[in-house]
């Protein structure tokens, strides 16, 4: 997870030149083929790869549930994938749900399935405040490279359900989801926490899985905030310290 490399750091001060030992964030790069065809590449740091592949395809909306996959194999920078040939279908065609929500034009059928039955579920600030803890403190591959992002899923009262750090902010969630869906964790009760920006690719995510809060120590983009908004989700950003901002559906945090 971590590469050893001798560098030349400048010092202004020193005036000069020294030789220094430095850590970075290992990358690689791992083809996800699905019933024989190639469907994606993972830039990633290549650890916890199976979690990363079912998350991928939870929060890609390519299955529903962990057993939609009956197999999967690795075979050196490449994992392989047996799903029905429905939802292999469904997989390489990618369906661009985001693009309906641009147009306007999203399927009813859809905008059915992601009814939230907890829409008045309450979470207290203290449960977003530890989110930002884990973010800030656990991230040990970030506190040696300086080059990841992590992701968190945590309970109602702020205790950690699962965590993951990649090169990726999209990894990181995905990890996070691929273990817990693996597990039998339930999504309906728990927060999603990034340390990456809420953009689209990011918020359609917590979606995907049904999340009531997404949280995150960066900013939102407009159309995070505006898929957010389609879908129920409480969206939250510039979590810092004992601050952070609601975009969302403010209902459901409480005092």
Not at 154 to 170: M, P
Not at 194 to 221: D, F, N, Q
Not at 230 to 255: C, H, Q, S
Request: glycine content about 8%.
């Amino acid at each position: 997870m971590l590469v050893d490399y001798k560098i030349l750091r400048f010092d202004g001060l020193k005036g000069g030149l020294e030789t220094k030992e430095d850590v970075v964030a290992f990358e690689d790069i791992i083809n996800l083929h699905i019933n024989g065809k190639f469907y994606t590449a993972f830039h990633c740091i290549p650890y916890r790869l199976r979690e990363l592949v079912i998350g991928r395809l939870l929060t890609d909306g390519i299955i529903e549930s962990f057993e939609d996959i009956p197999e999967i194999d690795f075979s050196g920078k490449n994992v392989y994938v047996k799903i029905s040939e429905e939802k292999a279908i469904k997989a390489l065609e990618k369906p661009a749900l985001i693009d309906a929500i641009c147009s306007g034009s999203i399927p009813l059928s859809i905008l059915k399935k992601f009814q939230r039955s907890n829409h008045y579920l309450k979470f207290d600030v203290e449960a977003i405040f530890k989110a930002v803890e884990v973010l800030n403190n656990k991230p040990f591959i970030y506190r040696a490279s300086g080059g990841t992002h992590s992701a968190a899923l945590l309970d109602e009262k702020g205790e950690l359900i699962a965590f993951a750090e990649d090169i990726g902010r999209h990894n990181a969630i995905d990890k996070i989801v691929g273990e817990s869906v693996s597990k039998g964790v339930k999504f309906d009760r728990l927060i999603l926490a990034s340390s990456g920006r809420l953009t689209s690719e990011m918020v359609i995510k917590a979606v995907w899985i049904m999340v009531p809060i997404m949280v995150s120590i960066s900013a939102p983009t407009s159309m995070g905030i505006k898929i957010a908004e389609t879908f129920g989700l409480t969206l939250i950003g510039f979590a810092r310290g004992r601050k952070f901002n609601i975009y969302t559906f403010p209902d459901r945090i409480k005092k």
